[in-house]
């Protein structure tokens, strides 16, 4: 058996259901996670999970590298030690980080009563949780390039999001600015420059934000979103996390509100309609 096989089936067996939030289930041996749920968190088949254990699957791409890291709860250390054994190179410190560490996936999981998502410092869409989807009306709006926050406001624009004139300059302002500085600091993100040019060329109003050459980071808006149990007006508050440079966003509001009581509601309905869409 190969290292690579070798630390796979470790960092499998080490993962408890509990810490992915997978019922243990009757009849258990194992206390780590079973092929057929890693397989489903990676997003790939039990079969290749199990060619990739006996050292039967070569070459596994970077993106499921990546997929594996995330799952398994990989340090950064381990995810680029899992990369060198499958003849990968590790994710450059020029790119955009996209692993999300076990402290950030220990805080999201915690955070359930909130609307949250997790981006990196390009805005690209990460991770969110139930609420947030049903909050934000995911659907088709976080497909493809969509999927990149930045890249959805000034060409799709921000359906079922509504600004007052300060806080929608503000947030329009900060999201190029934000990006220009993480442009900076991943010299080497191929995706993130063709993500700058593109826009550019498609958004007249981006390209004039970019002019002014501000380098900011997107810290807090308020916004009102208009969901199916009617507009909610939230608090956005975008949480650095050093070290892996990604953004933890958070929807509060205000307590014994009425928005509050809509919040309520679209836990219910809204998880409800999640839940069946997945």
Request: charged share 30%.
């Amino acid at each position: 058996m190969s290292e690579f096989s070798d630390v796979l089936r470790s960092w499998r067996d080490r993962v408890s259901p509990a810490e992915v939030g997978l019922p243990a289930g009757p009849g258990r041996r194992a206390a780590g996670l079973r092929r057929e749920e890693l397989a489903a968190l990676a997003g790939v088949s039990v079969d290749y999970v199990v060619r990739l254990e006996q050292g039967r699957a070569l070459n596994p791409s970077p993106q499921l590298l990546s997929a594996l890291a995330t799952a398994l709860r990989l340090t950064e250390q381990e995810r680029d030690h899992l990369f060198r054994v499958a003849g990968a190179a590790p994710p450059s410190r020029g790119v955009v980080p996209r692993h999300i560490t076990p402290g950030v996936q220990r805080i999201v999981d915690r955070l359930t009563d909130v609307p949250l998502a997790v981006f990196t410092a390009s805005h690209d869409l990460l991770y969110r949780n139930d609420l947030w989807a049903a909050a934000s009306g995911d659907g088709d709006r976080w497909q493809g390039r969509s999927a990149n926050l930045v890249w959805q406001f000034f060409t799709d624009g921000h359906e079922g999001v509504d600004f007052d004139d300060e806080h929608g300059e503000a947030f329009a302002s900060d999201l190029a600015a934000d990006l220009r500085g993480a442009l900076g600091r991943y010299p080497d993100d191929r995706r993130l420059a063709e993500l700058v040019r593109d826009l550019r060329a498609t958004s007249p109003e981006f390209e004039r934000r970019w002019g002014e050459a501000r380098i900011a980071e997107h810290r807090t808006s308020r916004k009102t979103l208009r969901t199916p149990v009617g507009p909610i007006e939230v608090d956005c508050d975008t949480l650095s996390v050093p070290g892996s440079d990604l953004r933890i966003v958070v929807y509060t509001v205000v307590p014994g509100s009425e928005d509050a009581s809509r919040l309520d509601l679209l836990r219910v309905t809204g998880l409800q309609s999640v839940v069946t869409s997945d």
